[in-house]
């Protein structure tokens, strides 16, 4: 019977697992292009006879990233990991298939995280920006309310903040969750918080 060794990657463009086999023989007679389904991405494999040396799409960091690795590790055992340089996770896996298959299902699982990750740190960024922003306009004395008062207090959300007048009451919400929000904020030189009682 002859053996085959198979490839795992994430397709950067589509998100996909993109698993794929070759023959033993055939990668070592050929250079081999293992394609996504979505044709926007392909690892490809070339050997000198001593080594191979992999290109592989990478789909937690979007590169694309050049390993090396002996024909022994390549071919047999039961698999080897590449790490993304940029992030320090595993983004291939060469190796025996059911290897394949279950690194291939961490790897999705990583880039899931990250990705998660990524967005509530946006939401950090933003926030961050909102509330400089608000410094910067209590230090203008641009912060005050209709009843006159220019005292209030600042209480932080997940998504937004509030702005309450000491003297009134009165409450100005500001939401703080997107770049409109702040493009938003940055267009005025005043805040103005509406009045509570009259
Ligand atoms: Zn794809
Ligand atoms: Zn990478
Ligand atoms: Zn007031």
Redesign the pocket.
Known sequence: MEQSRYFGYLCPKCGVGVTAGRTVFSLQAAAARMQCQCGQSELRVETDGVKFRLWVPCGLCGKEHQAELSAEALLQGRGVGLACPETGALCCYCGQETEVHRALARLALTAAKDKENAEAFTDNVIMYEVLSELRDMAARDGIA?????HRYTMKVRRGFVDLT?S????TLRLSAATDEDLDDLCCHMALT?P??RA
């Open positions: 309310c209709a009843c006159g008062s007048c003297d009134c009451g009165g918080i009045g509570g």
